[in-house]
């Protein structure tokens, strides 16, 4: 059983800050790339940022300077410093983890920004 579990969400002004974090629960042999999606009512989902294996980044261009991914090979986590946050970027955060053909998501965290 490999499961991954999104934490950190929650309700915020606008202006502020949230730090999101996903845990690999189970045993992975290896996590390659992870990623952060998300999706509002209405919207399509996107990716938001993604980390590879080695520390590389790539974010969604509505989020650069505002979003910091990162992660804890060890642990199998990802984070997400979310910052200057804006009520566009409500939605729910899920995040996913790739390893060899398989991927793995989560269930998802609910991020409100009240403006």
């Known amino acids: 059983q490999v499961r991954l579990v999104e934490s950190g969400g929650g309700l915020v002004q606008a202006g502020g800050s949230l730090r999101l974090s996903c845990a690999a629960s189970?045993?992975?042999?290896?996590?390659?790339?992870m990623s952060w999606y998300r999706q509002a009512p209405g919207k399509q989902r996107e990716l938001v940022a993604r980390?590879?294996?080695?520390?590389?980044?790539n974010y969604a261009d509505s989020v650069k300077g505002r979003f910091t991914i990162s992660r804890d090979n060890a642990k199998n986590t990802v984070y997400l410093q979310m910052n200057s946050l804006k009520p566009e970027d409500t939605a729910v955060y899920r995040c996913?983890?790739?390893?060899?053909?398989?991927?793995?998501w989560g269930q998802g965290t609910q991020v409100t920004v009240s403006s």
């Open positions: 996913k983890a790739e390893s060899l053909a398989v991927e793995y």
């Open positions: 189970g045993i992975i042999f290896r996590v390659n790339a």
């Open positions: 980390i590879s294996s080695g520390g590389s980044t």
